[in-house]
């Protein structure tokens, strides 16, 4: 079975950093696109960046130059580091990715990024 496993987010202030790292486990032979998504509090979920398996990358404007996203293929993971946080940042983050197949989408559990004025 493949899940998807978010980690890194929390509690930072204004200005401050995190780095979320998004894991895939199980039997997996292929993984596409990659993406992290964000939720705030009352709105529709959002892209905030994307990559595929080559290394290409799209952003949101409203994160581009402060987050950037990377992923480590020999570990099945995804990375998005986030610098100068605001707190309209604030939201629940998500990663997809497609496994083993362009028409299996799996969706980790959501991490949450409180940043604080």
């Known amino acids: 079975q493949v899940q998807l496993v978010e980690s890194g987010g929390g509690l930072v202030q204004e200005g401050g950093s995190l780095r979320l790292s998004c894991a895939a486990s199980g039997s997996i032979f292929r993984i596409d696109t990659m993406g992290w998504y964000r939720q705030a509090p009352g709105k529709q979920r959002e892209l905030v960046a994307r990559?595929?398996?080559?290394?290409?990358?799209n952003y949101a404007d409203s994160v581009k130059g402060r987050f950037t996203i990377s992923r480590d293929n020999a570990k099945n993971t995804m990375y998005l580091q986030m610098n100068s946080l605001k707190p309209e940042d604030t939201a629940v983050y998500y990663c997809?990715?497609?496994?083993?197949?362009?028409?299996?989408?799996?969706w980790g559990q959501g991490t949450q990024v409180t940043v604080s004025s």
């Open positions: 990559i595929t398996t080559g290394g290409s990358t």
């Open positions: 997809n990715a497609r496994i083993n197949s362009r028409w299996s989408l799996y």
